[in-house]
């Protein structure tokens, strides 16, 4: 079946380094994604992982490890408008795009 | 500027009633995609649409209806609205294997 998982909230100091995880079971693999989400907003895209390894971007930078179904988005020099809900998305080898149910992320002063 | 747009964004209806939520987007881009987001559930895709009129179920397609007869467009049709499709919806479009773009999303309530 299908199926991804991530923390349901994390909670992080302004300045400080926060990980939050991604793991997946699903009907074959065509790239991973990372979204933003501000409360009352639409989702906005952070990064793609296709092949195994980090991808770098700024502050973030998310990481792919295929054999393990395993993924991670690094939010680095935190910032108070981090505060937000990262959602994990895998798409399938047939186009459709499944979402996990996304990470509340606080960040403290 | 490119972008997604959603009519209406906000919509009260009753059971029964047949409603159209548009999706429109300007980039000329191939996927297009509805989902729908409650509390505690995440994001689930309704239906998805990969060209000009090829559709797709997601895992959420009962009660809704899609249709892409030109590739800007893609319009989410409720025959016969329950109150537990209230929800809120959003659509997006992407380049095949690139980044999806999200619209604004529609706030709907079935009363």
């Known amino acids: 079946g299908q199926n991804i998982d991530q923390p349901t909230e994390m909670t992080a100091t302004e300045g400080a380094i926060v990980q939050i995880n991604c793991t997946y079971q699903t009907s074959g693999f065509n790239g991973l994604f990372w979204y933003q989400q501000h409360a009352g907003e639409a989702p906005t895209f952070l990064s793609y992982?296709?092949?195994?390894g980090l991808e770098e971007k700024g502050r973030f930078s998310s990481f792919l490890s295929r054999s393990k179904g395993y993924s991670y988005l690094l939010l680095k020099e935190l910032q108070m408008k981090d505060s937000a809900s990262y959602l994990c998305?895998?798409?399938?080898?047939?186009?459709?795009?499944?979402f996990g149910q996304g990470t509340e992320l606080s960040v403290k002063p | 500027e490119a972008q997604v747009t959603q009519n209406p964004r906000y919509l009260i209806t009753v059971t029964g009633k047949k409603l159209t939520v548009t999706c429109s987007q300007n980039m000329n881009h191939e996927y297009m995609s509805w989902y729908r987001q409650d509390p505690g559930l995440g994001l689930r895709q309704i239906y998805y649409s990969m060209n000009v009129e090829v559709t797709d179920k997601g895992d959420v397609p009962e009660g809704y209806k899609v249709s892409r007869k030109e590739k800007r467009n893609f319009p989410l049709i409720l025959e016969s609205p329950s109150p537990n499709q209230t929800s809120l919806y959003f659509c997006?479009?992407?380049?095949?294997?690139?980044?999806?773009?999200f619209g604004p999303g529609t706030r709907l309530t079935v009363l």
């Open positions: 998305a895998v798409r399938e080898e047939g186009g459709k795009l499944i």
């Open positions: 997006a479009s992407s380049a095949h294997t690139d980044t999806q773009y």
């Open positions: 992982n296709v092949l195994d």
